[in-house]
């Protein structure tokens, strides 16, 4: 009987991804890539806030100098890690994401840009009930009618709530029209 209690629970994911599904890239080429990419940062960073001013007046700090000092603490953890893979360039760098993976993950990515553009446009309700009935759909594979009616409830509530119950200014794109804003 006790252990029945003791084992562990394990829930397998059916729409996992494969685990022989082939790498897309590796670890070190994703550390090499985003610490040259902070290291054009902080070169930026250290750059405009030099040119700013980062030095000490008889008043104190300019505004550029906690920032310049940030930025080349930046760069020097970026030197270190770009170091730190090109020492161990010889050993073998695991995975960092497979296609079946990286798929998962566009599928929410791309839904959630769009997201963020059509909210320019179409405002802030719109756009939810357009990203939450289609994650239902297409991702979660739920009912269209079951979909829509969330969708449009959760739109419904997010208005009732921002718009009306604290009077909060949310972009509504072309609705705004309609209720005389």
């Known amino acids: 009987m006790a252990s029945k209690l003791t084992a562990p629970i394990v829930v397998e994911d059916p729409t996992a991804p494969a685990a022989e599904s082939p790498a897309v890239t590796r ?7 985003v610490s040259v990419l902070l290291l ?3 070169g930026v960073l250290g ?17 550029g100098y906690f920032p ?7 760069a020097a953890a970026c030197l270190w890690g770009l170091t730190k893979e090109f020492l161990a360039r010889k050993q073998e760098s695991k995975t960092f994401v497979t296609r079946a993976q990286l798929r998962r993950v566009l599928q929410v990515f791309i ?15 719109v756009a939810s009930f357009l990203l939450i ?25 997010m208005f009732a ?11 509504k794109g072309p609705l705004e029209s309609l209720f005389g804003r």
């Open 161 to 171: 709530t921002f718009d009306l119950a604290f009077d909060v200014i949310m972009p």
């Open 47 to 63: 750059y405009d806030n030099w040119r700013t001013g980062m030095g000490w007046e008889a008043t104190g700090p300019q505004a």
């Open 111 to 125: 839904p959630t840009l769009l997201f963020c553009v059509f909210m320019q446009w179409l405002g802030l309700y």
């Open 27 to 33: 670890n070190r080429t994703v550390d090499v890539a």
């Open 68 to 74: 310049f000092y940030l930025s080349v603490i930046l």
């Open 133 to 157: 009935a289609g994650f239902m759909v297409f991702v979660g594979r739920i009912a269209i009618w079951k979909s829509l009616l969330t969708a449009l409830l959760f739109s419904l509530i």
């Open 40 to 42: 054009i940062l902080a």
